[in-house]
Structure formats: structure tokens, C-alpha cells
């Protein structure tokens, strides 16, 4: 059974940086995705970004490209989700999911609903 575990939440300030962590375990295999899913207060769920075990590929959303970073580490039991210059509209509940693929990480991955495990997820705010 795949299991996440998110930490890193907190508070702050605009123009912050913050760095979260997904733990990992339970994959059985390399063919996994990882992704990064946000939900703000009254909207819906919305992808970040995420991460192809089997191949390294990246893929972003447009409202975090080149402000987030995803990585992993060696072992393939953590994955991070760097962010920079944080904006107030970065403010959500951060999530990581994972499910299986055998292709590289691109943007038809990017929909909550093609992923069945989940973490509970961690709360980022962005404010002065």
C-alpha cells in the first residue's frame, strides 16, 4: 500500500522562500508519478507540479514555473517541493499524490482525479 506523509507547512512572509517534503513509501516499482496538488480556502484542488520516478522528468503549472522546483532524494523515498518568492496566492493546503505511469511527467498528468494515493496534506501561508 503507498503511503505519503507532507511536512514543511507554515507561515511566511511575501518574497519568502519555504521548502516542503513528501515522504514516500510503499511503490513498487519505478514507474510512479509523484505530484504536487494545492487547494486554497473555498476553491478547488489545483496542480503544482510533479515528478516521473522512472525517468526524473518535471512538469509545472504555469503559475508556479520557474518559482517551484521538484526533486528527489537518491533513494526515492522523499520528494521535495522547493518554492520561491512566495505570494499571497500561494496560500493552500499543499498535497502530494502518487500513481503509476510508465511515460514522462507532462501536463495531461496534471488532474487530481487520475490520482488514488494521497497525504494529508500541509498547510502553507503566504502573508505579511
Known amino acids: 500500500q503507498v503511503h505519503l506523509a507532507e511536512s514543511g507547512g507554515g507561515l511566511v512572509q511575501p518574497g519568502g522562500s519555504l521548502g516542503l517534503s513528501c515522504a514516500v513509501s510503499?511503490?513498487?516499482?519505478?514507474?510512479?508519478?509523484i505530484g504536487w496538488f494545492r487547494q486554497g480556502h473555498g476553491k478547488e484542488r489545483e496542480g503544482v507540479g510533479l515528478?516521473?520516478?522512472?525517468?526524473?522528468?518535471?512538469y509545472y503549472e504555469d503559475s508556479v514555473k520557474g518559482r517551484f522546483t521538484i526533486s528527489r532524494d537518491n533513494a526515492k523515498t522523499s520528494v521535495y517541493l522547493r518554492m520561491t518568492n512566495l505570494t499571497p496566492e500561494d496560500t493552500a493546503v499543499y498535497y502530494c499524490?502518487?500513481?503509476?505511469?510508465?511515460?514522462?511527467?507532462?501536463?495531461?498528468?496534471?488532474?487530481?482525479?487520475?490520482?488514488?494515493?494521497w497525504g494529508q496534506g500541509t498547510q502553507v501561508s503566504v502573508s505579511s
Open positions: 499524490a502518487a500513481e503509476v505511469s510508465y511515460s514522462p511527467a507532462n501536463r495531461f498528468m496534471m488532474v487530481a482525479e487520475l490520482f488514488r494515493s
Open positions: 510503499g511503490l513498487t516499482s519505478d514507474n510512479y508519478v
Open positions: 515528478i516521473s520516478f522512472r525517468d526524473d522528468s518535471t
